[in-house]
């Protein structure tokens, strides 16, 4: 019997809808693997394992980095959702192998480092503290990165690019000298500022010589987005909020920018908002129907809502808590002043973070991609794209023919 437009209502007001993308992770740092499980991904997608491998290889590199990544060479296995390497729609397993395998041998450190879970951790799970740090070392975003790169492979179908990059590394500001993906690559540091790559390589090895860490900035630019991934109507569709949870979901993230970010506070509204041009010659062509805007201060995304501009996120991550020199602790048994436990540790990651948090946006790209359109085959995300695409190209036609 159909049910009534009542009921269909109630039924619809009252569903609960699964994001189209999700992804659960598992595995401790030293464990046997490290899996994710991705489930929403389009069927009909070559799984191209060599583009999810190069990025977890960038993840691993970069000047400043600690022993372990020597140990590891991480190389993803597509466990389930592929048949002849071209994903099914089924959920896809992703795991990484651990070498460095060694969990049941650690020791249970004596005195908790600030700037970990190590001590609320243990508290809030009454467990020891090995228990907890396991699990939320920075080890997990290895999984986490192989996870967006698959995403960026539906991204890179329909013609959206993700890219980043180090902007500042220990108060050694790069600012961009070029969007060239190979002055990047060929960076120690993975700025896009050559110049400053001595500099920053210079403040790494000075903060090593004193057992200390550094911190940095890193930015994420996503080209090529159709307007309208996101919404304005409710807080958690917005765009923008998704991308800050995704990115401050980070381990080690401390602030989170959207365009201008917190430079935006320091001027006045005709500084900031984007004037809206319109070019006829380019009408026909572009995702964004004609409409140009001569600034970017909104980094993409007005209203929660994708327009057609780059989208810009920058993210800040702090300096590794575990230092070298041993920062002052308490012993959990005896009370005691204590140095911290030391566990092996990176001097910077800050050029790793700029992977992650690349690959974590473009996870959250993909995610609002398959949500606005068509995510259960690649053929009909390209068809919806289009049809809609022409749709509001219709719209736009007849503007002034609206009631
Ligand atoms: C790529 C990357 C590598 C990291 N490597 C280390 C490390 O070697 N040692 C360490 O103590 N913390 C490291 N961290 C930071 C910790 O994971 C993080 O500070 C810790 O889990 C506490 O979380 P919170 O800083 O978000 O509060 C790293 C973070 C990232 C993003």
Redesign the pocket.
Same mark, same amino acid.
């Given at each position: 019997m159909p049910l009534s437009p009542w009921n269909d209502d109630v039924r619809l007001a009252n569903r609960k809808t699964p994001p189209m993308l999700r992804m659960l992770t598992a595995g401790e740092s030293h464990g046997n693997a490290l899996t994710a499980i991705v489930e929403g991904f389009p069927a009909g997608v070559t799984l191209d394992k060599a583009f999810i491998d190069r990025e977890l290889e960038r /993840?691993q590199g970069g000047y400043g980095r600690?022993k /372990?990544q020597k140990l590891e060479t991480d190389r993803v296995f597509i466990d389930s959702g592929t048949f002849k390497g071209v994903s099914t729609g089924a959920p896809i397993t992703l795991r990484l192998v651990n070498n460095d395998a060694k969990l049941e041998r650690l020791q249970e450190p004596a005195a908790p /480092?600030g700037?970990?879970?190590d001590l609320a951790g243990a508290i809030s799970y009454q467990t020891g503290i090995r228990q907890v740090l396991e699990r939320?070392? #920075?080890r997990e !975003?290895a999984v986490r990165v192989a996870a967006g790169a698959l995403a960026r492979l539906v991204l890179r179908e329909v013609g959206i690019h993700v890219f980043g990059y180090v902007a500042e590394l220990g108060g050694v500001a790069a600012p961009p000298l070029s969007r060239d993906p190979a002055v990047r690559d060929a960076s120690p540091v993975y700025t896009l500022n050559p110049e400053a790559d001595a500099a920053i390589v210079a403040a790494v090895d000075a903060a090593r010589e004193a057992g200390d860490t550094l911190g940095g900035i890193v930015e994420t630019i996503v080209e090529g987005c159709p307007i309208g991934l996101g919404s304005h109507v409710q807080p958690d569709r917005r765009l923008d909020a998704r991308l800050a949870c995704a990115v401050m979901g =980070?381990?080690?993230? +401390?602030g989170v920018e959207i365009g201008l970010g917190f430079e935006a506070a320091h001027r006045p509204g005709s500084k900031v908002m984007d004037p809206v041009r319109y070019d006829p010659d380019h009408d026909a062509d572009d995702r964004r129907f004609g409409f140009r805007r001569p600034s970017n201060n909104a980094g993409g995304i007005e209203g929660g809502t994708s327009n057609g501009e780059p989208i810009v996120v920058r993210a800040a +991550?702090?300096p =590794?808590? !575990?230092l070298a020199k041993r920062g002052p602790s308490i012993n959990m048994a005896t009370k005691q002043e204590s140095p911290a436990n030391y566990? /092996?540790?990176?001097v910077c990651?800050v050029p #790793?973070?700029s992977v =992650?948090v690349e690959n974590v946006v473009g996870f959250e790209i993909a995610s609002a991609l398959l949500e606005r359109f068509d995510g259960s085959s690649l053929d009909s995300l390209k068809a919806t794209m289009a049809a809609v695409h022409a749709l509001n190209r219709e719209k736009l036609a007849s503007w002034a023919d609206r009631p």
């Amino acid at each position: 019997m159909p049910l009534s437009p009542w009921n269909d209502d109630v039924r619809l007001a009252n569903r609960k809808t699964p994001p189209m993308l999700r992804m659960l992770t598992a595995g401790e740092s030293h464990g046997n693997a490290l899996t994710a499980i991705v489930e929403g991904f389009p069927a009909g997608v070559t799984l191209d394992k060599a583009f999810i491998d190069r990025e977890l290889e960038r /993840r691993q590199g970069g000047y400043g980095r600690g022993k /372990r990544q020597k140990l590891e060479t991480d190389r993803v296995f597509i466990d389930s959702g592929t048949f002849k390497g071209v994903s099914t729609g089924a959920p896809i397993t992703l795991r990484l192998v651990n070498n460095d395998a060694k969990l049941e041998r650690l020791q249970e450190p004596a005195a908790p /480092r600030g700037g970990h879970v190590d001590l609320a951790g243990a508290i809030s799970y009454q467990t020891g503290i090995r228990q907890v740090l396991e699990r939320a070392s #920075a080890r997990e !975003t290895a999984v986490r990165v192989a996870a967006g790169a698959l995403a960026r492979l539906v991204l890179r179908e329909v013609g959206i690019h993700v890219f980043g990059y180090v902007a500042e590394l220990g108060g050694v500001a790069a600012p961009p000298l070029s969007r060239d993906p190979a002055v990047r690559d060929a960076s120690p540091v993975y700025t896009l500022n050559p110049e400053a790559d001595a500099a920053i390589v210079a403040a790494v090895d000075a903060a090593r010589e004193a057992g200390d860490t550094l911190g940095g900035i890193v930015e994420t630019i996503v080209e090529g987005c159709p307007i309208g991934l996101g919404s304005h109507v409710q807080p958690d569709r917005r765009l923008d909020a998704r991308l800050a949870c995704a990115v401050m979901g =980070i381990q080690a993230i +401390k602030g989170v920018e959207i365009g201008l970010g917190f430079e935006a506070a320091h001027r006045p509204g005709s500084k900031v908002m984007d004037p809206v041009r319109y070019d006829p010659d380019h009408d026909a062509d572009d995702r964004r129907f004609g409409f140009r805007r001569p600034s970017n201060n909104a980094g993409g995304i007005e209203g929660g809502t994708s327009n057609g501009e780059p989208i810009v996120v920058r993210a800040a +991550k702090k300096p =590794i808590s !575990t230092l070298a020199k041993r920062g002052p602790s308490i012993n959990m048994a005896t009370k005691q002043e204590s140095p911290a436990n030391y566990e /092996r540790s990176d001097v910077c990651a800050v050029p #790793a973070a700029s992977v =992650i948090v690349e690959n974590v946006v473009g996870f959250e790209i993909a995610s609002a991609l398959l949500e606005r359109f068509d995510g259960s085959s690649l053929d009909s995300l390209k068809a919806t794209m289009a049809a809609v695409h022409a749709l509001n190209r219709e719209k736009l036609a007849s503007w002034a023919d609206r009631p």
